[in-house]
């Protein structure tokens, strides 16, 4: 045997530098090997608290997506019109002044014409807080049409939702079900989790039309039909409930069940929560039978309390729980049809639901304390966990539904108590301790204060004094009053049509609005070329600033060019979206591991620079200098509150202190060593149950997520959307236009509904049979997947998936084309067969079509010639109906884009060259990549 | 070389588990990353920006749908790189004694100064686990991380595959799988872990374990004990009584 | 399996210049001189000339020396060895013919030997594998040598002779075609059995691994439409065999007759090839859905 002798320890790389990763959200730690000066590989860091050492598909391409040809490589200002993509470079002197000509003038008059919109940004708390120095109330991020549904229905509903916010208790859960999710952004701490699961043999159940991913590995998979969710969770909690099979103990303690209903329908309180006089929510002391404030010591809260006064008996919200839940219509075979689910299915998995949770208790010994003053020997855990996203969320009743599926976690018991969900710093926090949205502008000065928020009622409402919308994307308005991340995808076509106001510069950041985030797209690239009588464009001018030559950059008038993810400073702040785990609090870092060889900068420290020219208070030093030479100089040295900063890590001037304490230079450095991040763990005793324990709100405030204690109690009752209701019934000074009472009244309500998705009232549903969605695909980032070399050649297009029934009756075959038709348009796509699907649904990867030209990529591009976009079938109008009005295709409550309530008819075509619509094709400022780098070969 | 070693002192390979991949692609890409500057020629990539970007990978996954007699269709991810058989028949085709399986641990590699690029071993591969790199001409396949399992210039805990170190679900894992005591040995013992394609008699090293039964649709009523506090029967307040009776 | 035109030109070529030096070796014709020279030429240019055509395949030809190195386990390193003694025997006994007007007869037979034990390594290159089942029957190696035998009698100019052995090639053809049509279902090997995931029921490719083509699928998997197939394989009948012999037994003999069938039969050869390759279904296709 002469076997060749080989190096069995090849060195493998110079050095390793650990950052963040950035291409998704998830924000895992990475290990960038670099060697001779250049990027090798990227691992992932094992210590990291968000990934643990995995990466996914796309962590592990970021090589190729930081040496990508799409990059942008100077500011570049258009020279053709708009959409050719015809630009000339220029310097970022030259970018800055042009910026600060534009902005500054706008400034000093009317902020307000002024939209800036950061999409898939980081870097919230900080963008916010430049737009609300400048003054502006337009500015929000992608939140409205991503999930808001879900963030808001959480947070008013139990202070947390969730998606960042909170995670099931992998390693104690038993049950879990997973409601619409491809992917998530949690998507590594989801598979880390699903995989513990599975080993320990835990049962997953998949609720999801499309049994791909997740939904392929659950045990149970429920094919149900798009946008009936809430139904089916409705039958669920019936079922328990009939079945007595909930946690009464818990609702009493840690819920607004036993809080009495303000009863007297003459009242102009009708369906507010009774108060004591210090605005205490008042229950029946079961040990009394007297009202007693929830919180007051030793109260045992009587969930069937009853109270009487001036003829009214007053009710708890449990007894309206019961009233509204037992009725037939929420039962089983009710909901069967419509859900597409079997009644016998539905009452099977509440009987497993009510089996794990209380014939499989499990008890930590663990003594705590709760707000109350309680002592507890024990934790009881009710070992079922649910997580949900966007397939509940991106509906038009997606707010209700999620509220549903927060109702029937909090039955079970099983929110915060071991084996169930878990929320994550700064996580619980309730709708009431998040600010109030702001929206006074005064020339020349700053904001009133933040322009988002959770509103309580109609007085939080960002209308301006003659009742009309205060913001271009007409968020918190009565169309949607509880809109907390804005609208988004309401923005181009609002300011288009001058509606409620025309604005002068659209000010985008990280968001690819003329293709995938935008519905329409189409009518969204003609808003952005239109042109007014004069000859100037209708949205006057537009900047940018895209890493990448994405189809967005050829709709701009000036682009700021920003780094890749390994070139520049990011803070993952505790402010905003952190990366803290159940466990912990956490946040990270990013840091240039490797400098640009490009001339391009980082967006948060362009910002810095045009705060200082813009004079933005905050902006400035007292000398008249910048206050912030960089984005890096603001993670460190800018405070929020007192000794309260972006970065929790190494605090102090001795770096000893985590949360609060003094500015620290050298903290960079601290994190830098630790890895890119800091981590702080929750004592034992805070572990669960931390919105009523008294020593998890010691270390909240000890920490500084807080500055004083705010137990809570979960709002399975939602008082704010009852305010929005009364004002709809007449109640109140504030009132909604004629047209929208009837609605608010009734998708408003304060105890979980559900009603079809709207696009079922707008679209014949005879006319349009089939439900089309999109998914994420796990290998690809929306559009930035398609630069990356490496996932271009596992998602290089996108076939529409069609179930076996649809795919029968067309006679389709391998290969064959279809026209999918929506009352909006029309596409041209290739088809493939999967049986694994609901009957009455088609659907494809999201974000996989390309524009010709864009990213680099040859105009002959799989991505460009086969690959297609559900947008185009998709309107931010709902169609019109008899009342003459154009409906958005929102939620009602929130805003949030109704992407999944899409309805379409098919039929087979013969294959066209390629899929319809075909735009022509723009030019890319940074022309075609050709070959890849090839790193040296190493022996 | 191109004789197969008579015995091999360990089996080294790859444990996946079918029940658990839901086939995200992160180990096809850790795998192409790590490999693309490691052990031999870089993984090349044909028109990376062009119409047809195609290249070279080591590990692959391919999604299946299976349809049961009874209940809903079901899907399996399926990732597949070398099996390192036993009987290689990879190896015993060679005419240049460039591919080879190594007598310690039974890994199969190409030795790419050797390698004419006649591409016959993978067309005696049942598997589709050796790919011919268009730029270097040279058969790549799975090395089973040779250059990491046993790198002293690693971690201790890094020194495994690529694959199974990113792998975020944990459905890969790596072992011995002549040692009845190893972890993998183990999990294939106990979880029924078998070969593809069996009939060619390759005597793959890699084991698949298979899905857990799903969909099952057996009897379980816990609510049933309770219905004698059917709210029909008794009026909301009556069911409520009984219901806050038990507390 | 892909039918690249560097191994149809490899094997027919070869094929037929092996059978021609081997013929020569056997003494079936005993030429000197020029016209030995004309024909050793002729053999050797398409003995060596299908060898050289192999090369093209190669991806890394610079180690092409290195596969002499395996004789003992791979066919392919036999075939090489095989070769180049062939060429190197019958270059001898070449000389003795051309230059001496001599037949070492020792040298021929040997070196006849050596001619169909080349041929029927290559063929063993193919027939040896499991993977491919079409191929993996003792009739590929039988086909092979016939085809050799066939072109060899045919330059030979045993006119009637050679109507004998095309009359076996096109018995073996449609015997090779007609057992290697079931030689897949037979192998036992499935999508259930590629994937283990039978026992759940029946299995179906979902999604192939990539959107994107790769060296895999378009070295081994090649459809070719039934139809086109099946009237291929006629007009391979036809050209490779019925014509040929046709010519053969009805046109007077001569060397423009022969050439004709010769070449006739040479465009049925590469058509056959071409065939044996194309219809060849590597297991591999079934992990991607193509059978
Ligand atoms: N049909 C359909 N459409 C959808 C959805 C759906 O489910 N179905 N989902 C919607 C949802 S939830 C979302 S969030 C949106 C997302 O859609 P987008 O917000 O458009 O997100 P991306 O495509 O990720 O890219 C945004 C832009 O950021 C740029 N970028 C990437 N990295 C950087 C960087 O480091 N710096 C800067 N400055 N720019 C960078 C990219 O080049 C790209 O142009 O899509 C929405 N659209
Ligand atoms: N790899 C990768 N990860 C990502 C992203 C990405 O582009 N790529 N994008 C990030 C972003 S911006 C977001 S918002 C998140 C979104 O993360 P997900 O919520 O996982 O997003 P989607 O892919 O839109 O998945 C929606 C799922 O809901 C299902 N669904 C649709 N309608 C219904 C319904 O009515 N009921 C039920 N039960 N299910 C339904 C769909 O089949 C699909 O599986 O992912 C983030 N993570
Ligand atoms: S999930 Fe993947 S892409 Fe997202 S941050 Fe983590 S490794 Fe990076
Ligand atoms: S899987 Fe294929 S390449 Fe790997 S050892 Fe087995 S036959 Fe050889
Ligand atoms: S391609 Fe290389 S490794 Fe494969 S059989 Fe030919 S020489 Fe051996
Ligand atoms: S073991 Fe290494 S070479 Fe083999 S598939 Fe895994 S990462 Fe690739
Ligand atoms: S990384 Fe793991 S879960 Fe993902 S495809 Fe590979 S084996 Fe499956
Ligand atoms: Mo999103």
Redesign the pocket.
Known sequence: MNQPKINLSPAVSDEIRQTTCYMCACRCGINVHIKGGEVSYIEGNRDHPVNKGVLCAKGSAGIMQHNAPSRLRAPLKRTGPRGSGEFTEISWEEALTLATEWLKPIRDTAPERLAFFTGRDQSQSFTSWWAQAYGTPNYAAHGGFCSVNMAAAGIYTMGGAFWEFGQPDWDRTKLFMIFGVAEDHDSNPIKIGLGKLKKRGAKVIGVNPIRSGYNAVADDWVGITPGTDGLFILALVHELLKAGKIDLDYLARWTNAPVLIDCDPKSPRHGLLLRDGDGKDLVIDSKTGKPAPFDQKGVRPDLGGKHRTKGVTHVTVFQRMAERYLLPEYGPEAVAEQTGIPAARIRRIAAELADVAFNQAIEIKQEWTDFRGETHKTMTGRPVSFHAMRGISAHSNGFQTARALHMLQILLGSVETPGGFRFKPPYPKPATAHPKPHCKVTPGKPLDGPHLGYPQGPDDLCLTPDGQPARIDKAFTWENPMSAHGLMHMVISNAHAGDPYKIDTLFLYMANMAWNSSMNTRGVIDMLTDTDANGDYVIPRIIYSDAYSSEMVAYADLILPDTTYLERHDCISLLDRPICEAEAAADAIRWPVVEPDRDVRGFQSVLCDLGHRLRLPGFVAEDGSAKFKDYADYMVNHQRRPGVGPLIGWRGTDGQSTGRGEVNPDQLDRYIENGGFAVAHIPQAAQFYKPWNKAYQDWAVQIGLYDAPQPYLFQLYAEPLRRFQLAAEGQGSRQPPEHLRERIKATLDPLPIWYPPFEDGHSDPVEYPVHALTQRPMAMYHSWGSQNAWLRQIHGHNPLYVPTDIWEANAFTEGDWAEVTSPHGTITVPVALMAALNPSTVWTWNAIGKRKGAWALDDAAPEATRGFLLNHLIHELLPPKGDGLRWTNSDPVTGQAAWFDLRVKIRKVPAPTESHPVLPPIKSPVGKGSARKIPEVKK | M?SLPTHTEKKLGLVIDLDICVGCHACVTACKGWNDQGYGAPLSDQKPYGDEPEGTFLNRVHSFEITPENGPAQIVHFPKSCLHCDDAP?VT???????YKRSEDGIVL??ED?????????W?CPYGA?E?DQAAG??KKCTLCVDRIYNENLPEADREPACVRTCPTGARAFGDLADPTSAVSKSVADRGGFDLMPELGTKPVNQYLFPRIKDFEGDLDVLSPLLDIQPEATGISGWLDKLLGKL | MNPAPSVILFTVLSGAGFGLLGFLGLGVISPTGLIAFSYFTLAFAMAVGGLLASTLH???PR?AL??FSQWQT?W?SREAWLAVLTLAVMGLYAIGAIFFGKHLSVLGILGADLSFLTVFATSMIYAQLKTVPRWNQWLTPLLFLSFSLSAATMLTAQNGLAVAPLAVTGVLLILHWLSGDKRFSASGSTIETATGLGGIGKVRLLAPPHTGSNYLMKEMIYVVGRKHALRLRWITLALAVVLPALILLLAPASVLTTALAFILHLIGAFAARWLFFAEAEHVVGLYYGKR
Do not use: D, E, Q
């Open positions: 191109t990879c085709v060679c005419p240049t004694g460039a591919s190409v030795n050797a390698c004419i690029g006649c591409g016959l071993c993978a005696a050796r011919m040279i058969m | 190669l991806g890394n180690n290195k596969a791979s392919l």
